[in-house]
């Protein structure tokens, strides 16, 4: 896809695992925080959220959890099917600014 | 109801040259945010508008300016095109409101510029 190169972080997983992805975060400031999947040739895909007064927050086949201690987001995908194969963007957002700072992505790979 | 979308989606300039893109956000969506994704920087925000204004703006250099007009459409314009201008330009519109408070935004499919 047009997200990062060479330095991409990559995960694969079997059909059917869980998969979980890592960010951390920079700005203790930061009061929201988003994923986003990046599937090839489109633009980021809002998949969860969560703001800072949330330790854990669930979707469907997604839970994020914010550790504001550490500075450390995760983002746990259930039941991985082919299609959750992209790159997948955390992104943190300063408070009172409308403006994202993302990560470096994270590249999934699904194994069949 | 229908998602942003950005014109061109392709777009093949030379150096020094300049290009102007454009996005229109999600119906009813106040704030148009630029971002620039590159494989070596990743994905860098340009800036943000609302109601015609600019209220946030990124680390990059005078030529590359936007605008918004009265029905929220944004264009973004990049002057002088360098080599390193190469990339995915992507434009972002969210429901937010005038108050601060920050609010999910929704990315268009992007504007591949490639500068000979």
């Known amino acids: 896809g047009e997200s990062v190169g060479l330095h991409l972080p990559t995960l694969s997983v079997q059909e059917g695992d869980n998969s979980i992805i890592n960010c951390a975060y920079s700005n203790s400031a930061s009061d929201y925080f988003i994923w986003y999947k990046q599937e090839s040739g489109k633009g980021p895909q809002f998949i969860i959220d969560?703001?800072?007064?949330?330790d854990k927050r669930q979707g469907q086949r997604v839970t994020v959890l914010l550790n504001k201690t550490v500075k450390h987001l995760s983002l746990q995908i259930a039941a991985t099917q082919p299609g959750d194969s992209a790159v997948y963007f955390c992104?943190?957002?300063?408070?009172?600014?409308?403006?994202?700072?993302f990560g470096q992505g994270t590249r999934l790979t699904i194994n069949p | 109801k229908a998602g942003v979308t950005q014109t061109p989606r392709y777009l093949i300039k030379t150096r020094g040259q300049q290009v102007t893109l454009s996005c229109s956000p999600i119906s009813g969506h106040r704030s148009v945010s630029w971002y620039q994704q590159t494989p070596g920087q990743g994905l860098q925000f340009l800036f943000e508008?609302?109601?015609?204004?600019?209220?946030n703006k990124g680390n990059f250099p005078g030529r590359f300016s936007g605008r918004q007009f009265s029905n929220s459409r944004s264009e973004m314009n990049v002057s002088t095109l360098e080599l390193g201008d190469s990339a995915l330009y992507l434009c972002a519109s969210s429901s937010l409101g005038a108050g601060g408070s920050t609010d999910t935004q929704y990315f268009g499919p992007g504007t591949r510029l490639t500068v000979l």
């Open positions: 969560i703001r800072s007064n949330m």
């Open positions: 992104a943190e957002n300063l408070q009172g600014a409308q403006k994202l700072v």
């Open positions: 508008y609302f109601s015609e204004t600019q209220r």
